[in-house]
């Protein structure tokens, strides 16, 4: 008896082991996979971190004012072997975003590509997801 409850918790013990990552990642269900948008800006923030890195940019509405915009991009491992480094976006920097927006309408995105002064385009680094343009679901 003493035996069985010993294996029963090693068992359950294991288990939850193996499954806590997956209750720390995220989808995308926020974001709205079937749209596209593409925005000139202004960096004003870029974040090389982990789980994912992130930038943000100053773009004028149609009536002017300025609206910050933040982009999601993949790890920093994922973005180098794109081509990124931790210094490759700078405030000020003028660039020209492609992303899926929120779908609540904030002003957060998922970046598919990111185009630099120099005309070098980047993308966001990481697999694609379902629901995305080519995808399976």
Do not use: C
């Amino acid at each position: 008896m003493r035996r069985n409850q010993i294996a029963a918790l090693t068992l359950v013990i294991t288990l939850l082991m193996i499954s806590a990552p997956l209750f720390g990642h995220h989808g995308q269900s926020a974001i709205d996979l079937n749209k596209k948008i593409t925005l000139k800006g202004t960096v004003t923030n870029f974040e090389w971190v982990n789980p994912h890195s992130h930038f943000s940019i100053d773009v004028k509405d149609d009536s002017g004012k300025i609206q910050n915009w933040t982009m999601e991009l993949s790890t920093p491992l994922m973005l180098q072997r794109g081509g990124w480094t931790k210094n490759i976006l700078k405030p000020g920097d003028p660039v020209i975003a492609t992303f899926y927006p929120s779908k609540n309408g904030s002003t957060i995105g998922f970046l598919d590509n990111v185009v630099l002064a120099d005309g070098t385009v980047l993308s966001r680094g990481g697999s694609k997801h379902a629901g995305e343009q080519g995808v399976k679901q």
